[in-house]
């Protein structure tokens, strides 16, 4: 199955970074990433009709630990995360994403995961918090283990 | 008894405000227009920075304008250091800044302010029904970030743009991709004309004091760089003298400082001031848009910023194109010149997609030695909270929600950018 690795964030608000930097090592690694930082809307025009896309983005709650993963499927991750995440502007990235698949009949096909790493702080800053960026292998692995 | 009624977050802008009105049992007492953000300390951090490294940092402001944050820094750089760039790269600028117009003017009418004339909350809610609106919104967007993407990069926070031109240009290819995909937009621009030209343009905030701001463009051709700032009184002043006559005034509800225009005069910059001081340079399409639609194209309304946001989408569209025809007749064009790094003072003020962005850079030793950025939000925050008072007056005893709705489109018509107009000079 062909995937599309979407990852998400603002690397200056310290862990809100942590979708791009887990993105940039699976690109190493030879995966199919595509940065769209705070800009859902780019993934219409970049996008070249992948069967599978994992969303990799920061996520805050208070249920889970810093650093812990909170992987959605499908329908899940549009009805639990709609006021989770939101970009600097007006629309979540879920959000974002529900519109283009509602013109989009290529991306209305394809099977979405969501993969959330839980914030620690989100704040001016470059640096990852040492929970989040201790857990990075594992984000890494578990995201390799879903591409099989 | 004084009743608040308090908009703790404008929804449906950029960054965070929000909207205090004050009420008695005689009518208004007190609006306020809270900027909340955060302040970002942006000229602070670039202090002591190398030159190239600061024009690195300044784009990151404001995603939604970067290309502007970038290319103003850079103008203001370079007459800094008594450089001046080529025609052939100066109209690539251009065609950059237009990449930025493009977008968040599509940005702004579909998905921000669409919503509310149409009844709904959010453009997710409308896709059912409007579907061709939020492909027209998502088409004219790709073009706008395409444009940027191949001019610059990237569609945010671009790093082709440099000193002395482009670290790399597109190719020939490229270019005849972007016109072709321009033409292709063009009728979904011409449709956002027809589309606006029906909403209202509410009366309650009519206001003939209303004076207008813009860039007198610098040739001849209506658009974005200019070394005059034209006041619709038909005063004119040199970009250096910004600080004669545009004075920043700290206020005690707000992060970001309100701007006056002669130290008291309010004023508004964006689509409709450049309209209202420069109409006499548009062409083509645009032109013909504006003969038809001159009585929307209001001075003294500022819900018709909305309407000449759509004129402008076909105007840049259209320029886009003869930029990029100009450009392939003169192909191949050398990417950059070299820039010698000197001490010096220049000043930049250009259109950005919300009005005049300015930015004075002091160079010294090949530093930063003084910066300062005023952008158009913080021009526009006083007499916008004046239209939102004025709103507010008028309906002050209808019901909550009408009151909430129509002070938050009054804002929403400014099209402001709340996170850019957060600054502080000195820490």
Not at chain 2, 35 to 56: M, N, Q, S, V, Y
């Amino acid at each position: 199955m062909s995937t599309l690795i979407l990852a998400l964030g603002n690397e200056l608000m310290k862990d809100d970074g942590v979708g791009l930097k887990v993105g940039r090592i699976l690109a190493e690694k030879g995966y199919n990433v595509l940065e769209v930082g705070t800009d859902i809307f780019t993934l219409q025009r970049q996008y070249n009709g992948e069967e599978r896309i994992i969303i990799i983005d920061a996520i805050l709650t208070e249920k889970y630990k810093p650093g812990q993963v909170v992987h959605l499927k499908g329908d899940e991750a549009f009805e639990k995360l709609r006021a989770e995440i939101r970009s600097a502007h007006f629309m979540g990235a879920i959000d974002g994403l529900k519109l283009l698949r509602l013109i989009d009949k290529r991306l209305a096909k394809a099977e979405i995961h969501f993969v959330g790493i839980v914030a620690k702080e989100i704040d001016l800053g470059m640096e990852l918090s040492e929970e989040v960026k201790g857990n990075i292998p594992n984000i890494v692995n578990m995201i390799e283990s879903l591409v099989g | 008894m004084y009743i608040p009624i308090t908009i703790d977050h404008i929804a449906r802008v950029e960054g965070k405000g929000g909207i205090e009105i004050v009420t008695s049992d005689e009518g208004i007492k007190e609006v306020k227009l809270n900027i909340i953000e955060g302040p970002r300390f942006f000229e602070a951090i670039t202090l002591g920075k190398k030159l190239e490294e600061a024009l690195a940092v300044y784009p990151r402001i404001c995603s939604f304008c970067s290309a502007a944050h970038k290319l103003t820094a850079v103008e203001a750089a370079e007459k800094a250091v008594g450089f001046t760039p080529r025609l052939e790269i100066q109209d690539l600028r251009d065609l950059l800044y237009i990449g930025d117009m493009i977008e968040s003017h599509a940005l702004h009418l579909y998905l921000l302010v669409l919503p509310d004339y149409l009844g709904y909350s959010n453009p997710l809610a409308m896709v059912d029904k409007y579907r061709k609106e939020i492909e027209c919104a998502m088409a004219l967007k790709n073009i706008g970030s395409k444009i940027m993407d191949y001019l610059a990069s990237r569609a945010i926070h671009q790093e082709n743009a440099i000193l002395g031109g482009f670290g790399k240009l597109p190719t020939r290819g490229q270019f005849e991709e972007l016109k072709k995909e321009l033409k292709e937009t063009l009728p979904m621009a011409e449709y956002t004309v027809e589309l606006f030209s029906k909403f209202e343009q509410y009366e309650e905030v009519k206001d003939k004091e209303m004076i207008h701001m813009a860039v007198k463009p610098r040739n001849g051709v209506y658009g974005i760089f200019g070394d005059y700032i034209k006041v619709s009184d038909g005063f004119e002043f040199p970009v250096e003298d910004y600080k004669k006559h545009i004075v920043e005034k700290v206020v005690g509800h707000s992060f970001a400082k309100h701007s006056f225009y002669n130290n008291e005069k309010h004023f508004m910059v964006g689509a409709i001031s450049r309209i209202v001081n420069n109409a006499d340079l548009l062409y083509g399409k645009a032109k013909e848009l504006y003969n038809q639609y001159k009585d929307l194209l209001r001075y003294d309304n500022c819900f018709a910023n909305n309407f000449a946001q759509a004129l402008e989408l076909v105007y840049f569209v259209e320029r886009a194109i003869d930029i990029i025809d100009d450009t392939l007749a003169k192909w191949p064009i050398k990417e950059r010149d070299e820039v010698e790094i000197k001490d010096g003072f220049g000043v930049s003020i250009t259109e950005a997609p919300r009005g005049l962005v300015a930015y004075a850079l002091e160079v010294k030793d090949g530093k930063v030695n003084y910066a300062d950025i005023i952008t158009p939000t913080a021009m526009n925050l006083a007499i916008m909270e004046r239209h939102v008072r004025m709103m507010a007056e008028k309906h002050w005893q209808d019901d909550p929600e009408t009151l909430k709705l129509l002070t938050e489109m009054t804002v929403r018509a400014y099209d402001p950018c709340i996170s850019c107009s957060v600054h502080v000079i000195k820490l």
